[in-house]
């Protein structure tokens, strides 16, 4: 049994191997009429060196031109040659001294061997005269340089001006591309792989009247859908001083936006580089656009664009290029819309609407996109406004929840003559409440000069500190503060905070950044009664002062700032804690000791109750905490770091709690 499955097994590999070396059956006979003028060559692919050859008649060869009017018959010395040659079939079309075919093109001569084949058509014709190649459906697509297609069957159009050839593009089948015109001549070639069965070049050639232009690409658009186009030479240069159209037909029910990808300008000695737009219906037509501007959207129904270049200096020419989409939707419900966004009255602030994930995640060009519109007609993907000024804005965009805003604020004072006792509110704005978007962050930035601190207060609402691993003090509402303070040096994240806590005031140095972060829609009905407010205030003792005034019975935690990475070097932060007259504070540390070894300095933990004669407790880092102690008195927690020993971080948890004074007493 053995025996006999290693005989098949080597029967087999010795097959294989034959298969490779013995002249197949299949011969192959090519005859070329004289008047196609077409040349056919069979080569060995580039860099291919090969032991399969081609067999004519007798004689041994690896490679094949042949020539109008020529005839031959061959076979392949393997079974597999399309992993080995290649073969182009070339076309030359003189329109210049003859009269031209015009019409469908074929697949001319029929019956070739199947191997991967460039078919070119190289049409020469007056520089005065159009041609058009009309593509059959489903039409083209054209891709970036680099990109394959799915079928691997592509198309590549060349026009020549001057002696240079230009790429008008690399298409594959199945897109919206149904017309070039060009001028003066193509050359067209057609990639097709082995296997593939095609039999139509898919392209018909026509003449027509000079479009006095390089080029004019027509795309037809049905449905939704979107097309990626470029000017040619992409990402080289489009010629100097030409130009050269994109005619767009698309259905008057149906809205149409540009945009502009990746460009580049090229040095223009004289003109300008420019695009214009026919716009049916448009009053100003044609509408002219620089490159850098925001590019029409909204448009209804069919239009087109030019690309006009200029005349470039010699020396640094520089590169135009164009890389764009066009994406065609229904026109949407709430298109003519408009709401008021009235930042009149407000100073100094941004607000941005822009998609969700803006701006780390980049829009898949597939998605379906979302406009937003300063005018009927300047939408785009993100829109800026600023304070001063009132919008009148719309959406394009079936699902409004898929976009959010994101608005800055500063505020800052340099003379605190001038702001001092002033109160400012950091509430957002009801013109940013009232957009059916969902608000994602509002960022205040509070500037000051050194002497010059910042307090924040929350009068009525009191902020609580989050902190993660107490359940209940946790932030779990739709929004919450996060409040950074920071030098140009350093960075200190004082906390996140969100209102209904204790913490009255906080008092900072340097300039601080609060974000409101918003979660979800529960957001608008708690922004009913935003309370928190800033001033600017005489320089501070301490890094940063909290204000703690309980109002109930539930126990408070509080955290050390930069709870992540650990207190700073040297700094020195301080609560106070105000204990109501009827009530005693219990105040108790969250571990025993503080956990740092300092390399310079010393850290303390100081408290201290506000009343005359009170003791201090002290205590250093190689010191036990104090254990939890009664407070009968309004008291401060002050706590100052050492230059810790490296990877050491100083964070400290605090706990207080209320009672009565009689039950205490009981207790
Ligand atoms: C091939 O060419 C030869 C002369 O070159 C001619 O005699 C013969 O008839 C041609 N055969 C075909 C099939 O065209
Ligand atoms: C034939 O074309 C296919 C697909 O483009 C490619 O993978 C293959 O390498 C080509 N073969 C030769 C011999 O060029
Ligand atoms: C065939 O091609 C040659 C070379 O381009 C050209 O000179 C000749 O005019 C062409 N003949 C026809 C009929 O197109
Ligand atoms: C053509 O492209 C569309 C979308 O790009 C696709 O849905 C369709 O299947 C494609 N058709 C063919 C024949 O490849
Ligand atoms: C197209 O070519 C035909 C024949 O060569 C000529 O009669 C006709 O005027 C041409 N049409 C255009 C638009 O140039
Ligand atoms: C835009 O051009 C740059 C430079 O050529 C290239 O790196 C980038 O991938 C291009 N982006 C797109 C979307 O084609
Ligand atoms: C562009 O559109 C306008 C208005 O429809 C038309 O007059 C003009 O001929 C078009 N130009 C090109 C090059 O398509
Ligand atoms: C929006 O207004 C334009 C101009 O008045 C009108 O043509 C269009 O039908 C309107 N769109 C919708 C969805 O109502
Ligand atoms: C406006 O805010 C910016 C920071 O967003 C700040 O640099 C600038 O000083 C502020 N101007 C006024 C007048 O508050
Ligand atoms: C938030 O947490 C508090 C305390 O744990 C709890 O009472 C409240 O129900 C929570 N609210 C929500 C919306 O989860
Ligand atoms: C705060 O920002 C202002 C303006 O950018 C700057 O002049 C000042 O030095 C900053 N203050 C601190 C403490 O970094
Ligand atoms: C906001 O409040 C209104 C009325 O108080 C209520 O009907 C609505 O459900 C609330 N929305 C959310 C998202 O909580």
Not at 579 to 605: N, W
Not at 626 to 632: E, G, Q, S, T, V
Request: aromatic content about 8%; glycine content about 4%.
């Amino acid at each position: 049994m053995a025996a006999g499955q290693a005989l098949a097994a080597l029967l087999a590999a010795l097959l294989a191997v034959s298969a490779q070396l013995l002249p197949p059956q299949a011969s192959f006979a090519i005859s070329l009429r004289k008047v196609d003028n077409t040349t056919v060559t069979i080569k060995l692919k580039p860099g291919v060196s090969s032991i399969c050859k081609m067999r004519i008649r007798s004689v041994i060869r690896s490679e094949l031109i042949l020539k109008p009017g020529e005839n031959v018959t061959f076979t392949f010395t393997c079974s597999t040659p399309e992993k080995y040659f290649i073969m182009e079939i070339q076309k030359n079309i003189d329109c210049v001294s003859g009269p031209c075919p015009f019409g469908d093109v074929y697949l001319y001569p029929v019956q070739l061997p199947r191997l991967n084949r460039t078919y070119t058509w190289d049409v020469k014709a007056s520089t005065k005269a159009g041609l058009e190649l009309k593509f059959s459906a489903p039409w083209l697509r054209q891709i970036e340089p680099g990109e394959t297609c799915s079928d691997f069957i592509s198309y590549n159009i060349n026009s020549c001006i001057d002696n240079t050839m230009v790429n008008i593009g690399t298409f594959c089948r199945n897109g919206s591309v149904s017309r070039v015109k060009l001028l003066g001549g193509v050359v067209m070639s057609l990639h097709l792989p082995w296997d593939s069965s095609l039999t139509t070049s898919g392209f018909s050639i026509a003449n027509r009247t000079s479009i006095k232009r390089l080029c004019i690409i027509e795309s037809i658009l049905k449905g939704e859908s979107s097309i990626t186009l470029m000017s040619p030479n992409y990402p080289l240069g489009f010629p100097e001083d030409e130009l050269m159209t994109w005619q767009f037909v698309v259905p008057s029910s149906m809205r149409a936006s540009v945009f502009f990808h990746n460009y580049s300008l090229s040095n223009c000695e004289r003109k300008e580089e420019r695009v214009e737009y026919y716009i049916p219906g448009s009053p100003s037509n044609p509408e002219v656009f620089k490159l850098s501007d925001s590019q029409p959207a909204n448009i209804a129904g069919s239009f087109n664009m030019s690309l006009q270049g200029c005349d470039q200096d010699a020396q640094n020419p520089g590169i135009l290029r164009l890389l764009f989409q066009v994406i065609v939707q229904h026109p949407q419900l709430d298109e003519n819309v408009t709401h008021l966004v009235d930042l009149s009255k407000e100073r100094n602030m941004t607000v941005t609407i822009h998609l969700d994930g803006w701006p780390g995640r980049i829009p898949l060009m597939s998605e379906p996109v979302c406009l937003i519109c300063k005018d009927p007609r300047t939408c785009d993907r993100i829109l800026t406004l600023a304070s001063g000024t009132v919008y009148r804005i719309s959406f394009l965009c079936k699902d409004l929840s898929r976009l959010r805003i994101t608005a800055e604020k500063g505020i800052s004072c340099v003379d605190l003559r001038w702001c001092q006792r002033k109160i400012y509110s950091l509430s957002v704005p009801k013109a940013i409440l009232q957009l059916p978007i969902q608000l994602h962050e509002f960022i205040w930035k509070l500037l000051a000069p050194d002497l010059i601190n910042i307090e924040v207060t929350s009068p009525s609402l009191k902020l609580q500190q989050h902190v993660r691993d107490v359940p209940e003090q946790r932030c779990n509402r739709s929004y919450s503060y996060s409040i950074v303070s920071a030098t140009p040096e350093t960075e200190l994240n004082v906390g996140v905070f969100c209102p209904g806590g204790s913490i009255e005031k906080i008092q900072m140095r340097n300039n601080i950044t609060i974000t409101l972060r918003a979660f979800g829609k529960g957001f608008i009905n708690e922004t009913n009664h935003q309370d928190l407010k800033m001033s600017f205030v005489p320089h501070i003792k301490d890094e940063c002062s909290f204000t703690v005034s309980p109002n109930s019975k539930a126990k408070v935690y509080l955290q050390t700032p930069n709870w992540r990475y650990g207190l700073p070097p040297y700094v020195s932060i301080s609560w106070y804690i105000i204990v109501p007259s009827k009530q005693i504070a219990r105040l108790g540390f969250s571990k025993d000791r503080m956990g740092i070894a300092c390399e310079t300095g010393r850290a303390y933990i100081n408290i201290k109750e506000e009343t005359l004669g009170a003791e201090e407790t002290v205590r250093r880092e190689d010191e036990v905490l104090p254990d939890p102690r009664n407070m009968y008195h309004n008291f401060w927690v002050n706590i100052s770091n050492c230059k810790p020993v490296d990877k050491m971080q100083l964070t400290l948890e605090f706990w207080v709690t209320f009672a009565d004074k009689q039950i205490a007493r009981g207790m």
